[in-house]
């Protein structure tokens, strides 16, 4: 604002209050008689008065908003077609400041008459984005006195940034000389204060149906800066996968293969084609090993012993892909529909672990139950299951450490706690969480986990100290749901506020912001190559994401219920598995990263096909894994229909 400006609305402030001598010797002295205004930037009405300040220094009724409101609502239901889906955008975040302000002003009787006159415009055109507003308006009814307003989280969201709105230039112009016009100067208040209007040049499609909400709209105005930041997505030197690929490619090399599947001796011909194919495949792994990173943390070394575990399994591991099913085993907990949380497993699949709402953990160890079948039944059930106490509230989260020895779990007391399998005793509780800690997860290379929380922050630890490493603060939201990338450099996070983000443990920044699910995410997945990051959602809705570039290639709403577990296939992560509370654990045919320059409008149906569907009879699929021989392994609570 310049100074000519300003002097002109002291003028009018004078001239307001009948000061007429202050009036003319500051017009006198100020020359204001010759000055050119600026009216775009003051909102000048045809007299040149700046009424919108002289209103905001004015003490103005409450209802005043409600009746501003209903005017602009019944202008834009009256605009023309070609406008009206576009005005309407500003409709919403106008109608919560509304409501807000009345509610500061302790006017809680017209705010309550706004909201119940007006909310139906919001939640009942069916889309999804209705759906989430109207969670969001039923949060801000909780809200009727003003000190409710630094308690609400979506009061809080409002309050915190400014609502984006895309307008067209023109449409943009007919909204101001509307408000202008109409003396509407509490909303251009509040358009100029918490309203953020970005404009086009031409007008868009899509209307009112835009996919933007209190908690996700402040969050896209960030995402373009964070996603451009340069990622080190390459798997680590020396790991397991790439030596047991040296290895083999070495015992081919050594063994020539002299007849074919029949038993036939191969001709000249067939032993050139073998041999090619076979010098391919050893370029191509020699450029896989190649595109290797030096970690950057502190990381500890596998145990030889482990190692060749490893070794032995990746030997005997099947192929899996589109045409190639993997073979799967479904583990079901009976009686306990309303007290188990979570599910996990051992990476073999020789144990699973069940964590429970009387804040019990039980581990099941199945090769001991196979063995002991052959027993009496009482001595089977007391060598079979080891029950660990410690928690005092509900378990929610659980997880293995790589050796298989130790088993992280988190809790509703707001702690995580570190467990000898063998032993059956706990050896740590880490305590730093405010609110219940509703996941955990182990790092793949050991030694470092993640808690995510109830107050909005994941958490990294290590296993020598009960203070956490990094605090990763941004969602607006509870944390539900953490999983750690394959090189153990990132840690990606699902939030109650629909986003997802990528952190650098290096540094506890923010590396990628992802939003698009449309209800609170719930489940996540690394690709075995660290390049595709595959969420799961409330609303069965699955979205596969290129981390590189920072983009959506794939969506998937197929499923009936809330996507409770996501795993992708050992080896080249062909196959992704999907559990839900719709009794259905889905495989699809994982199609990886595609080209940038892709068109991105059938993204949802070409990314990711469906292959098979198994319809349990009455269980929620609360858990997926694979194996490293890749044998999927799934298990759920019985849920008996009465």
């Not at 202008?75 to 509610?103: G, K, T």
């Amino acid at each position: 604002m310049q100074d000519a400006d300003i002097d002109r609305i002291v003028l009018e402030y004078c001239k307001k209050r009948g000061f007429a001598r202050t009036e003319a010797l500051l017009r006198q002295e100020a020359g204001v008689d010759a000055m050119a205004l600026a009216p775009q930037r003051l909102h000048v009405n045809s007299n040149g008065i700046v009424e919108n300040v002289l209103y905001s220094l004015a003490d103005h009724s409450p209802k005043q908003y409600a009746d501003s409101f209903h005017r602009l609502a019944a202008w834009v239901d009256n605009s023309l077609d070609q406008y009206r889906d576009e005005l309407a955008r500003v409709l919403y975040p106008m109608f919560i400041h509304c409501y807000l302000e009345l509610i500061s002003k302790r006017a809680t009787s017209v705010a309550h008459q706004l909201l119940t006159k007006q909310k139906q415009r919001f939640i009942s055109t069916g889309a999804t984005t209705s759906k989430i507003r109207q969670q969001e308006i039923q949060d801000l009814q909780s809200v009727a006195v003003p000190e409710h307003i630094s308690s609400n989280r979506v009061a809080q969201a409002a309050r915190a940034a400014r609502y984006p709105v895309t307008l067209s230039t023109y449409s943009f112009q007919l909204l101001m000389a509307f408000l202008q016009g109409s003396k509407l100067w509490l909303l251009l208040g509040i358009v100029n204060q918490y309203i953020k209007v970005q404009e086009v040049a031409t007008p868009m499609e899509g209307g009112a149906a835009e996919e933007t909400t209190l908690l996700t709209g402040p969050i896209q105005g960030d995402v373009v800066t964070i996603n451009q930041k340069a990622l080190d997505l390459m798997l680590l030197q020396d790991n397991v996968e790439d030596k047991w690929r040296e290895e083999k490619a070495a015992a081919e090399e050594t063994a020539e293969q002299e007849f074919d599947e029949q038993g036939k001796p191969l001709t000249k011909k067939q032993r050139q084609q073998l041999k090619r194919a076979a010098d391919k495949e050893r370029a191509k792994q020699r450029q896989a090993t190649q595109d290797r990173m030096e970690p950057q943390i502190p990381l500890v070394g596998m145990a030889d012993e482990l190692e060749a575990q490893l070794l032995e399994s990746l030997d005997k591991r099947a192929s899996v892909g589109p045409t190639a099913l993997p073979s799967a085993a479904f583990y079901t907990f009976v009686n306990s529909h309303h007290t188990l949380n979570c599910v996990t497993s051992s990476s073999d699949g020789a144990c699973v672990a069940g964590g429970f709402s009387d804040s019990s953990v039980r581990i099941y160890d199945l090769e001991k139950m196979a063995a002991a079948r052959t027993q009496a039944q009482d001595e089977a059930a007391g060598s079979t299951v080891s029950l660990l106490w410690g928690h005092s509230a509900a378990v929610y989260g659980l997880d293995y450490t790589p050796d298989q020895q130790l088993l992280f779990t988190s809790s509703a007391d707001g702690t995580v706690r570190l467990w000898s399998t063998e032993l059956a005793v706990n050896l740590v509780a880490y305590r730093g969480h405010n609110f219940p800690v509703w996941d955990v997860a182990s790092s793949p290379h050991g030694y470092y986990f993640a808690s995510a929380s109830a107050d909005k922050t994941a958490r990294m630890w290590c296993t020598e100290r009960t203070n956490p490493l990094r605090i990763l603060t941004g969602h607006q939201s509870d944390v539900d749901v953490v999983r750690w990338h394959p090189n153990s450099h990132y840690i990606a996070t699902g939030s109650s506020d629909r986003s997802i983000r990528l952190w650098d443990v290096r540094d506890s920044s923010t590396a990628r912001v992802f939003v698009g699910h449309r209800s609170p995410v719930t489940a996540l997945a690394f690709s075995p190559d660290g390049q595709t990051l595959a969420s799961g959602s409330e609303d069965g809705t699955m979205m596969m994401w290129d981390l590189r570039e920072a983009r959506r290639f794939g969506v998937t709403p197929n499923h009936k219920g809330p996507v409770w577990s996501l795993a992708f296939s050992q080896g080249d992560g062909a196959i992704l598995a999907s559990g839900s509370a719709d009794h259905t654990l889905q495989l699809w045919g994982s199609q990886q990263r595609q080209d940038s320059q892709e068109a991105s409008a059938h993204e949802a149906s070409s990314s990711c096909s469906l292959l098979r569907t198994f319809q349990t009879k009455a269980t929620p699929v609360f858990y997926v894994h694979f194996t490293p021989m890749n044998l999927l392994i799934g298990s759920g609570a019985l849920t008996l229909r009465r």
